[in-house]
């Protein structure tokens, strides 16, 4: 059974850093290219950041570039995203995302909130 497990979250300063991580079981993640969206209230999901399988190629939202790095433990099966220089607009629900095969899996998501 595909499943998506996310934690770290949390109430941070604006200019803290957190790292989120997302534990994956029923597959390898490394096979796979993993993703970090996220859902702030009254906007829509949107996509933070993915790396891509073998290449590991990695691509951000222009709002998060230079300050998230998407990283992969493949020893753990997991997917980590460390988040430096927060700022409040990054507040929101930032969820896990697997495409496996035609199966698409997502975590239960983990708040985070950027707040003095």
């Known amino acids: 059974q595909v499943q998506l497990v996310e934690s770290g979250g949390g109430l941070v300063q604006p200019g803290g850093s957190l790292t989120l991580s997302c534990a994956a079981s029923?597959?390898?993640?490394?096979?796979?290219?993993m993703s970090w969206y996220r859902q702030a209230p009254g906007k829509e999901r949107e996509l933070v950041a993915r790396i891509w399988s073998r290449s590991s190629v990695k691509i951000y939202a222009d709002s998060v570039k230079g300050r998230f790095t998407i990283s992969r433990d493949n020893a753990k099966n997991t997917v980590d995203l460390q988040m430096n220089s927060l700022k409040p607009d990054d507040t929101a629900v930032y969820y896990c995302?697997?495409?496996?095969?035609?199966?698409?899996?997502w975590g239960q998501g983990t708040q985070v909130t950027v707040s003095s």
């Open positions: 029923g597959f390898t993640a490394s096979n796979y290219a």
């Open positions: 995302y697997a495409l496996i095969g035609t199966i698409s899996s």
